[in-house]
């Protein structure tokens, strides 16, 4: 074989091999979709939120969106996510800073509300009632307590746990007609007529478990009461010519009656919004651990959720008692928070807002929201995402 022959080889061999290498590089790619677990997404999103939400030095949980307050709310649910996911460490320093910054002289329930003062100084807001507690924070911190007992076996977290159970049931609970009511804060029994109720507030499933650590207090009546104030304030007109069924922001109870009515003070509303919405979740968690038939009566109630997706394909932020809209932009936490009636009555429905409207707001390109969220928003839907994935578990 020639020079010529041999070279001439070697430079179309050279020409394909070069070919090759570009068409490689220019193929066209099909891009094939991230898979990720629920429980990953958990993860990493409780990641961001500690880097967002969680001073890193103090473990306090700002709500940014608010002037950078602290609530008993937000304390809460810093623990709780951390004992869900493990995380020791973020659970003591949260516990740590509530202990120490919003506990009360007088007792173990703990201020609402932290914050910026006008003096420049930060602490405990008692020009806007921060001193008052919050139920359902007391509520959430001493369930958060117990499972932090369970998990990791520290008997402090108990001890702690029962004595802030006694003074919820002595400071926080009003019996009327020999029926206990969880009241939206300490002031309330010190009211002569009416005590303010927020419906929302109310977490059968906790209760059953407070029952087993405190056999001292009528802790299965509240979950009686629960139901039975949620059923009322659901079904009554109150402040309107109907009721859409749907539960309430806020209800008062008669004293000496024990019937309900719309509150007559403040801004607070018969609206279901910001505060309401997590009635379903709460709901629809004592139906997933304890198959409560009341539960499931209760959700079955719900079905102006599911007659609004089917008509408008959106679930508003906020609806008056009768149905009508007071806001129709669109909230993440409401559809995390409604997302539990869905999972009951209509699981198509369920799927359909978990995809369109709760799924798609993860990037997995960058294991985060693909916009971030704000503090209320991140929270509830980070507990959507678990109860709709049967991840959240008693401990």
């Known amino acids: ?58 473990f306090r949980t700002l709500d940014k969106q608010q002037d950078n307050i602290t609530t008993s709310e937000g304390q809460s649910y810093t623990m709780l996510r951390a004992v869900i996911m493990d995380d020791r460490a973020t ?11 919003l506990k009360r002289k007088e007792d173990n329930l703990y201020s609402w509300l932290f914050g910026k003062r006008a003096d420049g100084s930060y602490g405990v807001l008692t020009d806007r009632g921060g001193y008052n507690s919050a139920s359902d924070a007391d509520s959430d911190i001493a369930l958060a307590l117990i499972f932090a007992h369970n998990r990791w076996g ?39 007529q009416k005590v303010v109720i927020n419906p929302s507030y109310l977490a059968p499933y906790a209760y059953r478990i407070f029952a087993e650590v405190d056999p001292l207090h009528g802790w299965m009546k509240l979950v009686d009461s629960s139901y039975k104030i949620l059923e009322e304030s659901s079904a009554a007109k109150l402040d309107k010519s109907t009721s859409a069924g749907l539960p309430p922001d806020w209800v008062v109870i008669d004293k000496k009656t024990g019937e309900l009515s719309a509150p007559s003070v403040g801004n607070l509303t018969t609206n ?18 304890n198959k409560e038939p009341r539960a499931l009566a209760y959700l079955k109630k719900l079905s102006f959720l599911s007659d609004t997706w089917r008509k408008e394909g959106k679930i508003s932020a906020s609806y008056s008692h009768d149905g009508t809209v007071v806001s129709e932009i669109e909230v993440p936490a409401m559809y995390a928070g409604v997302i539990g009636y869905f999972m009951v009555n209509d699981p198509a429905g369920a799927e359909e807002i978990y995809n369109k409207k709760i799924k798609v707001l993860y990037n997995p390109d960058k294991n985060n929201w693909r916009q971030q969220l704000s503090y209320y928003d991140d929270n509830w839907t980070w507990f959507g995402i678990g109860l709709y994935n049967h991840l959240i578990k008693p401990l």
Request: aromatic share 16%.
């Open 1 to 58: 074989m020639s020079k010529t022959t041999i070279t001439g080889i070697i430079l179309i061999l050279f020409a394909l091999a070069t070919f090759s290498i570009v068409w490689y590089k220019n193929r066209p790619v099909a891009r094939v979709p991230l898979v990720f677990s629920p429980r990953g997404m958990m993860s990493s999103l409780w990641h961001h939120y500690k880097l967002e939400y969680v001073e890193k030095d103090t």
């Open 91 to 101: 659970f003591d320093g949260a516990y740590k800073w509530t202990r120490e910054n």
């Open 154 to 192: 520290d008997d402090r977290y108990l001890i702690d746990a029962k004595a802030l159970l006694k003074d919820i049931w002595d400071k926080e609970v009003v019996v009327i007609k020999g029926t206990p009511y969880l009241a939206a804060n300490n002031v309330e029994k010190t009211n002569s």
């Open 272 to 289: 279901f919004s910001f505060d309401a919405l997590r009635a379903p979740w709460r709901v629809a968690l004592d139906y997933e651990w």
